[in-house]
Every structure is written in C-alpha cells, then in structure tokens.
C-alpha cells in the first residue's frame, strides 16, 4: 500500500463548476498535508497546507484534513480551463521529507 | 532571491557515463531532498539530507549518491547512468514539517 494514495483522473469538469480531489494517507502519525499544482513541463508549486482537522479556505481553493479518516481534499470553487493541471497530495510520513501521492490530472472544459 | 536553483536544465548521457546535478538554495532551509519523477509515478524521493553534514536513502535510492557540500548547495550524481534513469529531477527545501519548495528540475535522458 501507498503512503499517500491519489485516484489519477482524469477529473473532467465544466468551468465554474467545483472540482473535488481526494487523497488518502496510511501514516496515523503525520502531521501536516500540502496540495501541491504541477502544469506539465514545469515543477510543482504550493496551493495550499493543512495541519489541523477541519477546513481552511483561501479563496477559491479549500482544504479539508480528516485524521480520524485519513483523508484529505481540495476544492476549487468556479473552475477555471487555467486551473487544468496535475494536483498532488504529500505529507510527512516518518522521513523529514514529503511522500507524494501519483497526482490526480483535472481538466476544466470550458 | 532566487530561491531553489538547478544545473543543468537538460542533458543526455550515454550508458555509464556519469555526471553531477547541482542544487542550491538562498532560503536558508535546514533539510535538502533530491526526488525522481517518472509519467504516472508522481514524485519519488531518492535521497535527502535533513541538516548539514546528514544524508539519508529515500524510496529510490539505487544508481545514485549525494554529496551536502554545505548549507546551500546538495548535489547528486550518478555514478553509471542506465536507461532506466531516464526521468526528470527535481531538487527541493524546506523546514520541516512546513513546506517544501522546488527548482524548475532537470531532464535527464540517457541513451
């Protein structure tokens, strides 16, 4: 099993719909989860971070951890064709480093 | 502020050859971390060093050493370069457990 578990996609949506991507985690023990946004050819950049149970919103984008589940997402409210990209999930399992999930690629129809 | 830089941006390399991937960074981070990227695999990380003078083996380790010169700079080489390391690479930084930061990577083809 993964460390961090991530459904490949494609995730197709409308513009201005919501897009939901889902990550699991298998490591009770980590602490902090990052979405990371990766257009192809270039690296990831930072979306958002999480690191207590809840939601926490920045603008459009939302993210929400569950350690009870062991599971965390993001949203993108009012999609937009330039958020088509490969979203992925890490967190911090054991090492000092982050474990990545495989990335879920989204496309926004405009 | 240039935040994570690597060197080269391109290379192909024949079967064993060797060469050196440069990596510095001006974020003052503690902790450097080399990962691999293949289609559909995500991020692999292949080794990192959480402070000067550490490195430890990450997921992919296997073909490839590392050197933490100093606070700044993390290199990785590969000693004799197989097809299978054909990927792109990425070097990043960070101060755990807040978030890491990356270079724009390397394509590495090897033929």
């Known amino acids: 099993q993964k460390e961090v578990e991530q459904n490949s996609g494609p995730l197709s949506v409308p513009e201005g719909a919501i897009a939901s991507l889902n990550c699991t985690y298998s490591d009770r023990g980590s602490q902090s989860f990052f979405w990371y946004r990766q257009y192809s050819g270039k690296s990831p950049e930072l979306i958002m971070f999480?690191?207590?149970?809840g939601d926490k919103e920045d603008g459009r984008f939302t993210a929400q951890l569950n350690k009870a589940s062991q599971y965390v997402s993001l949203l993108i409210r009012d999609s937009q064709p330039s958020d088509s990209a490969t979203y992925l999930c890490?967190?911090?399992?054991?090492?000092?480093?982050?474990?990545f999930g495989s990335g879920t690629r989204l496309q926004v129809q405009p | 502020n240039a935040g994570v830089t690597q060197t080269p941006k391109f290379q192909v390399l024949k079967t064993g050859q060797s060469m050196t991937l440069q990596c510095a960074q001006d974020?003052?981070?503690?902790?450097m971390y080399w990962y691999r990227q293949d289609p559909g695999m995500g991020l692999r990380l292949i080794y990192y060093?959480?402070?000067?003078?550490?490195?430890d083996k990450g997921e992919v380790p296997n073909g490839y050493n590392v050197s933490r010169l100093n606070k700044r700079e993390f290199s990785l080489r590969l000693e004799s370069a197989a097809p299978s390391q054909t990927s792109v690479y990425f070097c990043?930084?960070?101060?755990?457990?807040?978030?890491?930061?990356f270079g724009p990577g390397t394509r590495l083809t090897v033929t």
């Open positions: 890490a967190g911090y399992t054991g090492r000092r480093a982050l474990t």
């Open positions: 974020m003052n981070h503690n902790s």
């Open positions: 060093s959480a402070s000067e003078g550490t490195t």
């Open positions: 990043a930084s960070s101060e755990p457990p807040r978030e890491q930061y």
């Open positions: 999480i690191y207590s149970n």
